[in-house]
């Protein structure tokens, strides 16, 4: 019965009004809700279910760009195409669908070649309430009134599952309510969706405040980044700091999984000794992070006085750089050790 019953519902979904529509995929403007101060967060892990970061976005501002209107976002981080980062994101209620500006070239956010779509939970009226994207290099799922609650992502090192841990929204009375299962078993009831076009409420223009960016910008100066060492029994451990010394959120991007990084050279010629990334893994996906305002991150490592092929190394001065893996990466003052 529940086999037939999600049959039902995909086909229900063929002949919903925004299953596909020429380049882009449609939906109501709600699967995806956008408004300033909306911020999704992500764990990402591999395929052995291990945490190997956090990704996350947020919607910044509502701006109008060559006079149309666009929601700015710190970066969408769920795209199939290269190049340059869609910050600049909009809904069409015409065409249903949400599209993206990138330089002077404007089409849909989400693609419609090669995809398809599967309704995986409906309401008691039928009306769709999650659905799943399938395209050639992720599978997203959307959830009304939240956004996309879980993605996987197909890369060269393997399939890397981002998965929603925290909505954080001015108004989040009707997250709460998507939330909240539709019933006790888990199962979508039985009602499928009908193939009408129903009324579709655009979300309200918020009034931008333009005294102020919404982010702080890194500099030489912001965010400071401090890196340290003691002589333990293990070798020295080391320890880096990176200080958010604005007011305002100090969003990162990096190329991978990877964060942070410890580098220790000979003092005396400059060559490299040691790296601690040097043999890990990391998944490389394009992800955000920031800093909260005033907040800092801390990084941990122990130096053991081996070199990268695992040789003792010779009792001298050593110099020790932290560095931030974000593009572009941001690089702490060195600092001296003595191996005795």
């Not at 882009?24 to 279910?49: I, S």
């Not at 005294?211 to 100066?221: E, L, N």
């Amino acid at each position: 019965m529940k086999s037939l019953r999600r049959l039902v519902l995909v086909l229900a979904l063929s002949l919903y009004p925004w299953s596909g529509f020429a380049q882009g995929v449609r939906m109501p403007a709600d699967f995806l809700p956008l408004d300033v101060g909306t911020r999704w967060t992500y764990d990402l892990t591999n395929e052995a279910g291990q945490k190997v970061g956090q990704l996350a976005f947020g919607v910044e501002e509502y701006t109008i760009v060559q006079g149309t209107s666009f929601y700015s976002l710190s970066e969408f981080p769920f795209t199939e195409e290269k190049g340059e980062p869609v910050r600049l994101v909009r809904y069409d209620r015409g065409e249903r669908q949400f599209m993206r500006k990138r330089g002077t070239n404007e089409g849909p956010l989400f693609l419609d070649s090669g995809a398809t779509t599967e309704v995986t939970e409906a309401d008691a009226a039928g009306t769709p309430q999650k659905f799943v994207l399938h395209t050639d290099t992720m599978t997203l799922t959307f959830q009304r009134g939240i956004g996309i609650i879980e993605a996987k992502l197909k890369g060269p090192s393997g399939i890397v599952t981002a998965k929603m841990v925290s909505l954080e929204a001015k108004n989040l009375a009707n997250a709460g309510a998507a939330l909240s299962p539709p019933n006790a078993g888990g199962t979508p009831p039985a009602s499928v969706p009908r193939a009408t076009e129903r009324a579709i409420i655009p979300p309200p223009v918020p009034v931008p405040d333009r005294r102020a960016a919404p982010t702080a910008t890194i500099t030489s100066k912001n965010p400071l980044v401090d890196v340290g060492a003691t002589p333990s029994a293990a070798g020295h451990d080391l320890v880096m700091f990176a200080t958010n010394t604005s007011d305002r959120l100090l969003p990162f991007r990096f190329g991978s999984s990877q964060t942070f990084d410890f580098v220790i050279t000979d003092a005396a010629t400059g060559k490299e000794v040691w790296r601690w990334s040097r043999g890990q893994f990391f998944n490389q996906v394009v992800r955000s992070d920031s800093i909260r305002p005033s907040d800092k991150w801390r990084f941990d490592a122990v130096w053991d006085h081996r070199d990268n092929d695992g040789q003792k190394v010779a009792p001298g001065q050593y110099r020790l750089v932290g560095i931030i893996t974000s593009l572009p990466a941001v690089h702490a003052q060195p600092v001296m050790l003595d191996v005795r």
